[in-house]
């Protein structure tokens, strides 16, 4: 069984296993390929070099750890929407979602569903400051995405509407 590294000075700073990695990257590179991109082609759609791609896909880098913004320039480099990016790429399996189109707030939703800052955070894995961050000022376009993902579920909403708030 691979061991998972914590680095350190990070709360739940958790590096996806190679295997985690790899499989990602296979993923990716069939979708990739599916589209018939090769990766310089989507290197150039998302702003990265072919080799950035190709480390991506190899698995020396994780998908489930690239930024929000990146990874929604990848979705539409692909021609698909981040959910269906996530779906895909880091096998997310869908969770239970209210019939909510739009957030007008995190915040709103957090209070609306009766979770304070301390219970988010614990469930994402990040600090209350940094949810603190995301409802106040900064947005998700800087957490990563398995972040974004985990806060979707726990705010009980898409993706897609979550990036869209």
Do not use: Y
């Not at 489930?64 to 979705?75: I, S």
């Not at 707030?105 to 219970?119: A, N, P």
Request: contains cysteine; hydrophobic residues 40%; positive net charge.
């Amino acid at each position: 069984m691979e061991e998972r590294k914590v680095m350190a000075g990070r709360r739940d700073r958790q590096v996806p296993s190679v295997g985690e990695r790899r499989e990602q990257g296979d993923r990716l590179s069939v979708l990739r390929r599916d589209v018939g991109l090769s990766q310089s082609q989507l290197g150039a759609r998302v702003g990265w070099t072919a080799h950035d791609v190709s480390n991506l896909e190899a698995g020396v880098r994780s998908v489930a750890t690239l930024r929000l913004g990146t990874a929604v320039r990848f979705a539409d480099a692909l021609g698909m929407g981040i959910g269906e990016f996530s779906r895909c790429v880091l096998d997310v399996k869908p969770w239970p979602t209210d019939s909510v189109r739009a957030l007008r707030s995190l915040r709103e939703r957090r209070v609306d569903l009766g979770l304070s800052l301390v219970e988010v955070a614990r469930s994402v894995g990040v600090s209350p400051s940094a949810v603190h961050g995301w409802e106040v000022r900064s947005g998700l376009g800087g957490a990563e995405l398995r972040r974004v993902v985990a806060l979707a579920r726990v705010l009980r909403v898409g993706l897609g509407v979550l990036v869209g708030c």
